[in-house]
Nanobody
Framework: QLQLVESGGGLVQPGGSLRLSCAAT????????IGWFRQAPGKEREVVSC????????DYADSVKGRFTISRDNAKNTVDLQMNSLKPEDTAVYYC????????WGKGTLVTVAS
């Protein structure tokens, strides 16, 4: 069974950068499209970015276009989210989602953007 573990969250000042990683164990990510989602306090979970199984297709929420970059390394079984020019409104718990033969969520990593 696939398990997803997010890492890389933390406290960063506005304008700073973080790199989140979603690592899979138990199965290969080769057959899964991956999405990064986030949920801020008191708000609904929203999609941030997604990537196709082969990594050739990506998409981003308007709010993060030009600042975030999603990538995947199927050999390492990981999907990363590089986040630059972070804003306070990016503060949230970030989750990765694997969609394929089954659907799996990670437990999330907290990103706090504050001075």
């Amino acid at each position: 069974q696939l398990q997803l573990v997010e890492s890389g969250g933390g406290l960063v000042q506005p304008g700073g950068s973080l790199r989140l990683s979603c690592a899979a164990t138990g199965s290969t990510l080769d057959y899964y499209a991956i999405g990064w989602f986030r949920q801020a306090p008191g708000k609904e979970r929203e999609v941030v970015s997604c990537i196709t199984t082969n990594g050739h297709g990506t998409d981003y929420a308007d709010s993060v276009k030009g600042r975030f970059t999603i990538s995947r390394d199927n050999a390492k079984n990981t999907v990363d989210l590089q986040m630059n020019s972070l804003k306070p409104e990016d503060t949230a718990v970030y989750y990765c989602l694997a969609v394929g033969p089954m659907t799996y969520w990670g437990k999330g990593t907290l990103v706090t953007v504050a001075s």
